[in-house]
């Protein structure tokens, strides 16, 4: 028997109901149905109907690391960039997960170990992005970024964020970087906020290795963050090294809509006058 798995944004207007209505008709269909508190881990998961924003979709991939599970993002935020559809198109898109009538569209991650000053380590992932922020608001964080074992720059700065094409959308793109389209491998780096002359982004190789050390001339330590939902503090002089994953996560697509259609559709870019490919 295939098995669904349904994650929901619980704050979300009408998610519990909409949650419900895709559970009968996944049932109808013959699908066991689970929640993420009925769900053991080890189960066989087929599909993961994520109904909610992006962060709810995070969230989702976060519960299903290392099965290789496709995500069905169903939008009922504001943006919900990694969504493929909107809520009045849940019962199509469930009916085509069934009969298997969808693509999957792999999205590369990131790992990061962050090396204390003391010896410790710790590891995480990502799929938009790694920051590593300034702990006090009032003072900013001393870092050097390398690439490749190459020291770049010294920055002074309210944070560094490293983070896939994915993540060009959110965190990075704010901070002023640029949107990279997905199927391209790469790292991007963002200084966020920097007090230095050489502030703009950098996009590396998708084997690079980027470093960024907490200085010891810092005047506040720092918090490392991945996707927002992961954290750990960083003690001045400790570091954070981040490559790209081995990893991916998994979403479901319908057709073969460009990515600057998607872009144009979520930001509602002005494309008046457009009168189609001029050759």
């Known amino acids: 028997m295939s098995t669904a798995l349904i994650v ?39 599909i993961a109907l994520v109904l909610g924003g992006d962060g709810t979709l995070l969230r989702a991939a976060e519960a299903v690391r290392g099965r290789a599970v496709p995500l069905l993002g169903i939008n009922l935020g504001h943006l919900g960039f990694l969504a493929e559809c909107d809520l009045d198109g849940m019962a199509e898109a469930i009916d085509r997960v069934v009969a298997g009538d969808f693509t999957v569209e792999a999205r590369s991650t990131l790992q990061v170990v962050v090396d204390q000053a003391d010896g410790t380590r710790w ?109 750990v503090d960083l003690a001045v002089g400790g570091q954070m090294v981040v490559t790209l994953g081995d990893e991916p996560v998994e979403l479901v697509r319908f057709g073969q809509a460009p990515f600057a259609q998607r ?17």
């Open 8 to 46: 929901a944004n619980q704050r979300a207007a009408g998610a519990q109901a909409m949650a419900e209505e895709a559970r009968q008709r996944f049932s109808r269909h013959g699908w066991q149905v689970v929640s993420l508190d009925e769900e053991t881990g080890q189960e066989t998961l087929d």
């Open 123 to 231: 590891a995480g992932w990502a799929l938009n992005e790694v920051t590593l922020e300034k702990a006090e608001p009032q003072r900013m964080v001393e870092v050097l970024v390398s690439v490749d074992g190459q020291p770049i720059s010294n920055y002074g700065c309210d944070g560094m964020v490293v983070a896939t094409a994915t993540g060009s959308t959110g965190h990075a793109f704010s901070g002023g970087g640029p949107v990279v389209w997905p199927d391209l491998d790469a790292l991007l780096v963002v200084p966020l906020a920097a007090h230095a002359l050489f502030n703009r982004p950098l996009l590396v190789t998708p084997h690079s290795t980027v470093r960024v050390h907490l200085r010891q001339d810092s005047r506040t330590a720092g918090l490392v963050s991945c996707d927002g939902r992961r954290t």
């Open 263 to 279: 872009l144009v559709n979520k930001f509602t870019l002005p494309v008046g006058g457009w009168r189609g490919d001029q050759g």
